[in-house]
């Protein structure tokens, strides 16, 4: 059985978690919810998350990390133990799905350079400026790391992402 982490942060945007979720689940994966801290999270509409703690965690047990936008990202890349669990992560073959402000925490995982991605427009300088190619488009693949730019993505992005873990491992 394939294993899913969501991680989560307060702010995250409730659609770009909780329809991954399900979407998931029905794929037959495993998922957790993991964040910074074993807590409840809110999303940005209040929408609630219960997580383990990233630490607690193996990142080299997950063939997918999947990261919702909203405020969330802004704030995950804040823990050194979030970076290291998503590039330990993808280091030992994970998948890393991306969507909305979620390419926040790839750059500073330091994942992003030489990479054909997308993101929410408001953050486009800051994956350009993290040598990064941006492009404005509801999903890209880039090898193992897949991004999309807003909710309106979700019906073109998870079946990418759902195909790519599939096939991983």
């Known amino acids: 059985m394939k294993k899913v982490i969501i991680l989560v942060e307060n702010g995250f945007d409730d659609v770009e978690f909780i329809v991954p979720f399900y979407r998931f689940l029905e794929a037959g994966f495993e998922v957790k919810v993991a964040g910074p801290e074993e807590t409840t999270y809110r999303g940005k509409v209040g929408l609630k998350a219960e997580a383990l703690s990233v630490r ?8 997918l990390v999947f990261i919702p936008g909203g ?8 823990y050194p133990e979030v970076l290291e669990f998503v590039r330990k992560a993808y280091e030992s073959g994970a998948v890393i799905g991306a969507i909305c402000h979620a390419p926040h925490v790839l750059i500073s995982a330091g994942l992003t350079r030489g990479r054909k991605m997308t993101s929410f427009f408001s953050i486009k300088d800051d994956v350009v400026n993290s040598g990064a190619e941006w492009v404005d488009a509801p999903v890209v693949v880039d090898g193992r790391i897949i991004t999309a730019r807003f909710p309106a993505d979700l ?10 873990v599939s096939g991983v491992r």
Do not use: G, T, Y
């Not at 019906?155 to 790519?164: G, Q, R, W």
């Open 155 to 164: 019906p073109v992005f998870l079946p990418e992402v759902i195909k790519a």
């Open 56 to 63: 607690s965690l193996a990142p080299d047990e997950f063939d």
């Open 71 to 78: 405020h969330a990202p802004d704030r995950l890349r804040r």
